[in-house]
């Protein structure tokens, strides 16, 4: 089975503090993706990132990193001195294959809030 | 701008009434997905298309209608039949018929409520 867990519903911090969102997932895929969105309140999901599963790599992009560690199937997303700006839903998501198909599986989804 | 327009953005429908979601992309992509978004439930998969004039069952297909006649436009239909339909639904598009190495592109949403 295909399964995205991201165990903090909401969490909020203050400006310029650093957060780490979780994902965990479950894939009996030997090749797979990962994404993370951000869900602002506007309500359209803006893609973050793609991390394949052959890459355990970090990545660092501005303010935000990503953690793939392939021996825990987690996923995590770190904001470096967050903003007002980051708030917003993020969702860590993975595919899933279904004979011809790709889809998409999300997680719940995890609220950040910053307050100044 | 290329992108994916949803309208309307809200909706409002009687119980027992049919209603049509419009989804449409100018990005020349092949894929397409409907998503249903419940507070605390993240994103389920309604229907999908990988081509014109094909679609498939998604994780929550029941009381939900699609078509795809032309390559821009997956609309998508809630039919009385849809128990609990007030939600918020995305649509979203991709390149080719897997995802693998490209992301998904998504519309703006239209929150659908049943009055």
């Known amino acids: 089975a295909q399964k995205v867990t991201q165990a903090q519903t909401e969490i909020s911090v203050v400006e310029k503090e650093d957060v780490t969102l979780d994902c965990v997932y479950e894939?009996?895929?030997?090749?797979?993706?990962l994404f993370w969105y951000k869900q602002p309140p506007s309500g359209e999901l803006v893609f973050l990132i793609r991390?394949?599963?052959?890459?355990?790599q970090n990545e660092i992009s501005g303010r935000y990193s990503w953690n793939f560690q392939k021996s825990t199937s987690s996923f995590n997303f770190t904001i470096t001195a967050s903003q007002v700006v980051d708030s917003a839903v993020y969702f860590c998501?993975?595919?899933?294959?279904?004979?011809?198909?790709?889809?998409?599986?999300f997680g719940t989804g995890t609220r950040l809030q910053v307050t100044l | 701008d290329g992108g994916i327009t949803q309208s309307p953005k809200y909706l409002f429908r009687k119980e027992g009434q049919n209603v049509t979601l419009s989804c449409e992309q100018n990005?020349?992509?092949?894929?397409m997905y409907w998503y249903r978004q419940d507070p605390g439930q993240g994103l389920r998969l309604i229907y999908y298309?990988?081509?014109?004039?094909?679609?498939q069952k998604g994780d929550i297909a029941e009381g939900y209608s699609v078509s795809r006649e032309k390559k821009e436009s997956f609309p998508l239909t809630v039919t009385s039949a849809q128990k609990n339909p007030t939600a918020f639904y995305l649509c979203?598009?991709?390149?080719?018929?897997?995802?693998?190495?490209?992301?998904?592109?998504f519309g703006q949403g239209t929150r659908l409520t049943v009055v």
């Open positions: 979203a598009s991709s390149v080719g018929q897997r995802l693998l190495n490209t992301e998904a592109f």
């Open positions: 894939t009996r895929d030997t090749t797979y993706y």
């Open positions: 991390r394949n599963s052959f890459d355990e």
């Open positions: 998501a993975l595919i899933r294959h279904t004979g011809t198909a790709s889809k998409l599986t």
């Open positions: 990005l020349n992509h092949d894929a």
């Open positions: 298309s990988q081509i014109v004039n094909d679609f």
